[in-house]
């Protein structure tokens, strides 16, 4: 997905406001099985995701994250156990479960604005609303004046946010995203994550992300699952709300939550 401004654009006064996505989906993963050739992938794992959760998935190389994302968005087929989605098997892959790779797949020939476009009409909005859209989706992330420019004519930052906004405007039910940001430097990064978190507030969706950095789980996650190098699960970590108002501290939760993880991974990496 996208990100990279520092402050959330405003929407024009012609622009409508996109349509929200339809309410978030929960995901349960049951007993999952996976093997790739002679090699278990993923073992016996089992993990609730709930709706509107965001969850960080992290653990060392090779441990299944990504495997366990492309199972949940239904482009692998599991040895054993299942993956439901609302209650319902995932038996292939949906709109409702958009998946977000660290490449941008932006279409290089459709300018920014027919690559957002193009998502919107997927989901069947009528043309005579679609530009109204797509200016309102182009201003949150910050490229009002870049709808014209073919991807090429981009930095990595810029289209990783062109990517945000067409993820969003197709209404997915749960976001995957697969180290979306790990080929930014580390401003445009940061800038990112900000910009992920402003967007899913004011669009919320549940989330499953890929990383290979605390930090990046920290800042996002309401919960951070630690995978082990055998594909199980390692820990499995609350952060806390975003919200304070309940009077709790994240920080507090997330110096103690960095404790956990940075363990985890320690004891992961001795045990290969």
Same mark, same amino acid.
């Not at 049951?30 to 073992?43: C, E, F, K, P, Y």
């Not at 479960?97 to 604005?113: G, K």
């Not at 989706?137 to 981009?154: K, Q």
């Not at 930014?184 to 990064?189: E, F, H, K, P, Y």
């Given at each position: 997905?996208?990100?990279?401004?520092?402050?959330?654009?405003?929407?024009?006064?012609?622009?409508?406001?996109?349509?929200?996505?339809?309410?978030?989906?929960?995901?349960?993963?049951?007993?999952?099985?996976?093997?790739?050739?002679?090699? &278990?992938?993923?073992?016996?794992?089992?993990?609730?995701?709930?709706?509107?959760?965001?969850?960080?998935?992290?653990?060392?190389?090779?441990?299944?994250?990504?495997?366990?994302?492309?199972?949940?968005?239904?482009?692998?087929?599991?040895?054993?156990?299942?993956?439901?989605?609302?209650?319902?098997?995932? &038996?292939? &892959?949906?709109?409702?479960?958009?998946?977000?790779?660290?490449?941008?797949?932006?279409?290089?020939?459709?300018?920014?604005?027919?690559?957002?476009?193009?998502?919107?009409?997927?989901?069947?909005?009528?043309?005579?609303?679609?530009?109204?859209?797509?200016?309102?989706?182009?201003?949150?992330?910050?490229?009002?004046?870049?709808?014209?420019?073919?991807?090429?004519?981009?930095?990595?930052?810029?289209?990783?946010?062109?990517?945000?906004?067409?993820?969003?405007?197709?209404?997915?039910?749960?976001?995957?995203?697969?180290?979306?940001?790990?080929?930014?430097?580390?401003?445009?990064?940061?800038?990112?994550?900000?910009?992920?978190?402003?967007?899913?507030?004011?669009?919320?969706?549940?989330?499953?992300?890929?990383?290979?950095?605390?930090?990046?789980?920290?800042?996002?996650?309401?919960?951070?699952?630690?995978?082990?190098?055998?594909?199980?699960?390692?820990?499995?970590?609350?952060?806390?709300?975003?919200?304070?108002?309940?009077?709790?501290?994240?920080?507090?939760?997330?110096?103690?939550?960095?404790?956990?993880?940075?363990?985890?991974?320690?004891?992961?990496?001795?045990?290969?």
């Amino acid at each position: 997905m996208t990100i990279e401004s520092p402050g959330r654009a405003t929407s024009t006064a012609m622009a409508s406001e996109p349509e929200a996505a339809s309410e978030a989906m929960s995901i349960e993963v049951r007993d999952l099985g996976i093997d790739i050739g002679a090699s &278990t992938i993923l073992d016996d794992l089992s993990l609730t995701i709930g709706a509107g959760e965001i969850l960080v998935l992290t653990g060392p190389s090779g441990c299944g994250k990504s495997t366990l994302l492309r199972a949940i968005a239904g482009l692998s087929t599991p040895r054993r156990g299942q993956i439901l989605a609302d209650g319902r098997p995932v &038996t292939t &892959t949906s709109r409702d479960r958009a998946m977000v790779f660290q490449e941008d797949v932006l279409l290089p020939w459709r300018t920014v604005a027919r690559n957002v476009d193009l998502a919107l009409r997927l989901r069947g909005v009528p043309k005579t609303e679609r530009r109204d859209q797509v200016d309102s989706w182009l201003s949150e992330v910050g490229l009002s004046d870049f709808r014209d420019y073919l991807p090429r004519s981009l930095s990595g930052g810029m289209r990783q946010r062109v990517q945000l906004a067409r993820g969003l405007a197709g209404a997915p039910r749960a976001v995957l995203m697969d180290e979306p940001f790990g080929a930014l430097d580390a401003q445009t990064r940061h800038a990112m994550q900000s910009l992920l978190i402003r967007t899913l507030d004011a669009h919320p969706t549940t989330v499953v992300f890929v990383t290979h950095d605390v930090e990046e789980a920290l800042a996002l996650g309401d919960r951070v699952v630690v995978l082990s190098a055998h594909g199980s699960i390692r820990e499995d970590i609350a952060i806390g709300s975003r919200d304070t108002s309940d009077g709790t501290d994240r920080r507090e939760h997330a110096d103690a939550a960095r404790a956990r993880i940075l363990n985890a991974l320690g004891e992961t990496r001795s045990r290969k």
